[in-house]
């Protein structure tokens, strides 16, 4: 059973950093997709960075580009999501997702479409301003 429970949310002023956290387990991590998603209140859930480590390929929204970095840690079956130059418009609950990589090519799923399989409980992040 694929589990993923995200950490590290909070509080935050504008400009300010964060680091998320999603621990992973129940799957062979190389033939993983995982992405972090975000949904704000009244809007629809988002992706926000993808991590294919198999592919050695990362993606990101154009909206967090530059501010965002996405990492995984095969040893430990973790990815990490990087914030800084946190805005107010970054506020959300993020999600940590993910899903088997040959299944997404052949769905036609993209690495930051909503649509992947296994989806943790979710993390609030607030940004002041």
């Known amino acids: 059973e694929v589990q993923l429970v995200e950490s590290g949310g909070g509080f935050v002023q504008a400009g300010g950093s964060l680091r998320l956290s999603c621990a992973a387990s129940?799957?062979?991590?190389?033939?993983?997709?995982i992405g972090w998603f975000r949904q704000a209140p009244g809007k629809e859930r988002e992706g926000v960075a993808c991590?294919?480590?198999?592919?050695?390929?990362?993606y990101y929204a154009d909206s967090v580009r530059g501010r965002f970095t996405i990492s995984s840690d095969n040893a430990k079956n973790t990815v990490h999501l990087q914030m800084n130059s946190l805005k107010a418009e970054d506020t959300a609950v993020y999600y940590c997702a993910a899903d088997n990589l040959a299944s997404l090519v052949e769905r036609g799923i993209g690495p930051l479409d909503a649509e992947f399989d296994s989806w943790g409980q979710g993390t609030q992040v607030t940004v002041s301003t």
């Open positions: 991590i294919s480590s198999s592919e050695s390929m990362t």
């Open positions: 129940g799957f062979t991590f190389d033939d993983y997709a």
